[in-house]
């Protein structure tokens, strides 16, 4: 089944406490990007990557890094997790564009103390 | 400055009833549109996309959306909602080239009474 994976589902964690946030895809992509979703704002992109070893900044980098070291392996980093990280992220990828259909992944509900 | 806005936060209707889903945008030229909808719990799905021709686009579950240039517009419509169509619906913007970044509305939320 196609499909994109996100680990952990649900995180709660404390201020300053590195974590990782998985994002996997099967469907052979080579766009694949991470977007935070808050009440009111609908849905910002953090990072995304063309291919890879190629990422670059969306509208919402800070505080956050990527890697792109597998074309189906898109982790987003948060080396010191703030209160203001706390948010629903998304993990989308698409064949090559960013406007070719984008598949999401389920969201990992981050909540920081 | 590239935007997107829906216009209404929260929208009720009743079950059969029709449906409008307001989207408006602000972009250089005309951009690619999207409508995407999330349903409780889950992740984005398409609904349906519009690049350039015909204005009327047809989407899945029974969903259209038009595109006005004149009213930089790109409206979602449905002539008969189902309760299961409940949901936030989401707008987006894209650059015609294909690179940068999708650009999303805040989204509508739709509740369904029966």
């Known amino acids: 089944e196609a499909q994109v994976t996100q680990n952990p589902r649900y995180l709660i964690t404390v201020t300053g406490k590195k974590l990782t946030v998985t994002c996997s895809q099967n469907?052979?992509?080579?766009?694949m990007s991470w977007y935070r979703q808050d009440p009111g704002l609908g849905l910002r992109q953090i990072y995304y990557s063309m291919n890879v070893e190629v990422t670059d900044k969306g509208d919402v980098p800070e505080g956050y890094k990527v890697s792109r070291k597998e074309k189906r392996n898109f982790p987003l980093i948060l080396e010191s997790p703030s209160p203001n990280q706390t948010s629903l992220y998304f993990c989308a990828s698409s064949f090559r564009l960013v406007t070719d259909t984008q598949y999401f992944g389920p969201g990992t509900r981050l909540t920081v103390l | 400055a590239q935007s997107v806005t829906q216009p209404d936060i929260h929208i009720t209707v009743s079950e059969g009833a029709s449906l409008e889903l307001r989207c408006n945008y602000s972009y250089g030229a005309t951009p690619y549109l999207f409508w995407y909808v999330q349903s409780p719990g889950q992740g984005l799905q398409l609904l349906l996309k519009y690049f350039s021709g015909d204005t009327l686009v047809q989407g899945i579950k029974g969903f259209e959306a038009e595109f006005k240039r004149s009213q930089s517009s790109f409206n979602l419509r449905k002539p008969s909602v189902h309760w299961s169509d409940a949901a936030e619906y989401f707008c987006?913007?894209?650059?015609?080239?294909?690179?940068?970044?999708?650009?999303f509305g805040a989204g509508t939320r739709l509740a369904v009474h029966p």
């Open positions: 469907m052979n992509h080579e766009y």
């Open positions: 987006a913007v894209g650059d015609p080239g294909g690179y940068n970044k999708l650009i």
